[in-house]
């Protein structure tokens, strides 16, 4: 998607220029109170209606970097558990879960959900040597379930389709007032106008990217997940016996 690749500053300097040009063009009118009581409802329904949405995305990111440490965490105290299995049981178990932190990392849902379900099944299947060992390892495995729930739910939880159908309708009603009001020829006024529409128009661009976690800040919550395979686990199996 385009539009997540973009950086907001760049947006910002892109819809500045643009409003101000538009204002050059466009006809200006002066608002009878009825048109400006309107103009006042719909700005503070909009102002309303964003804020909580917000507040809502910047918490559902809040609580995902929360989510992601935790399953860090615990794939790494389970990575620590296959210390006592042998190496190809340990190795074919260090793969499958490299291979789920770099599907989850990527979103890949799906297929992340099926290699953590491969994981349990080459557990359960397990009927070698080490088969207390293994038996111990899959209960931590199994209990890690309630952090990939919670992970799931929160990646799920996004503005819907209704509520950006209303925000819509309140941001181009209240930018189409800003526009066309008529407040004189002074540039300064005109600036400042372009700068509103500006930072009207940002508030729907940052919306959008929490939305889609393509914000900065959401980027950054799978750090852990790419310490743990940049690291190896933090070499936990160097110098282990086969």
């Known amino acids: 998607m385009l539009l997540n ?4 500053s760049w947006y910002f300097g892109f819809f500045f220029i643009l409003f101000f040009l538009i204002l050059n063009f466009l006809p200006r ?9 309107l103009f006042s409802v719909n700005s503070f329904l909009y102002g309303f209606y964003i804020s909580p949405i917000l507040g809502a995305q910047k918490a559902r990111i809040e609580e995902l970097h929360r989510i992601v440490r ?9 990575m620590l558990a296959t210390k006592g299995l042998r190496k190809p049981q340990r190795s074919n178990l260090q793969s499958k879960f490299s291979l789920y932190l770099t599907q989850t990392s990527h979103k890949l849902r799906g297929d992340a959900e099926k290699t953590y379900e491969g994981i349990i099944s080459y557990c359960l299947d397990y009927d070698g040597k080490d088969k207390d060992k293994m038996d111990k390892l899959l209960e931590k495995i199994v209990a ?3 952090n990939r729930t919670n992970l799931s739910m929160q990646l799920s939880n996004r503005v819907y389709s209704n509520e ?5 309708v309140l941001f181009s009603i209240t930018l189409s007032f800003i526009l066309l009001l ?7 006024l005109r ?4 700068l509103l529409c500006t930072s009207l128009t940002m508030l729907v661009l940052i919306l959008i990217k929490l939305s ?31």
Do not use: C
């Open 212 to 242: 889609t976690l393509s914000h900065k800040k959401a980027k950054q919550m799978w750090e852990p997940f790419e310490s743990l395979l940049s690291t190896h686990y933090y070499r936990i199996d160097k110098n282990s016996d086969d």
């Open 191 to 194: 600036t400042v106008t372009a």
């Open 164 to 168: 950006w159908m209303i925000m819509m």
């Open 70 to 78: 935790a399953e860090s965490n615990a794939i790494f105290t389970i």
């Open 144 to 146: 890690n379930q309630q």
């Open 29 to 37: 009118f002066k608002f009878e109170a009825g048109a400006l009581t």
């Open 182 to 188: 008529d407040t004189g020829s002074s540039l300064i």
């Open 5 to 8: 690749k973009i950086r907001l």
